[in-house]
């Protein structure tokens, strides 16, 4: 998610950031990326939102294109149709799945981020 980018661990001054508050622009939940979903996340998103984790991976996830996520059991949440490719639970600007979003999600920016991260997530810039 988040543009046509490419994760990127930070590095020289941008690793300097030790806290990060959200602007809530949704833009990290747009464009390029997958977001991977472990099994114990899957369970939790599933009871967050009162389905079986069967019809949660059906409906919402699919299998990754990476042979060592497939190895790991991991399952990759889907888009939205159309040309933003925004996460299946963007509503707006905010994470329908907020309290029990995946770990990649509750980890950005502070332990990982693209190479222009800086353009596109307001949080960052300010």
């Known amino acids: 998610m988040g543009g046509n980018r490419t994760m ?4 020289g001054e941008e690793l300097q950031i030790t806290e990060f508050i959200c602007a809530r622009c949704g833009n990290c939940c747009r464009g390029e990326g997958f977001v991977r979903v472990f099994p114990n996340e899957a369970q939790r998103i599933a009871e967050f939102l009162g389905i079986p984790v069967e019809q949660f991976l059906r409906e919402y996830t699919r299998v990754p294109d990476l ?4 190895a790991a059991g991991v399952r990759w949440l889907i888009d939205k149709p159309g040309p933003l ?3 299946i639970f963007l509503d707006g600007n905010a994470c329908r799945i907020h309290p ?3 770990q990649r999600c509750r980890d950005f920016p502070l332990k990982w ?4 991260a800086f ?3 307001e949080g960052l810039r300010s």
């Open 100 to 102: 029990v979003k995946p």
């Open 85 to 87: 490719r925004e996460c």
């Open 119 to 121: 353009t596109y997530c």
């Open 8 to 11: 990127q661990m930070p590095t």
């Open 67 to 70: 042979a060592e996520d497939v």
């Open 113 to 116: 981020r693209t190479p222009d």
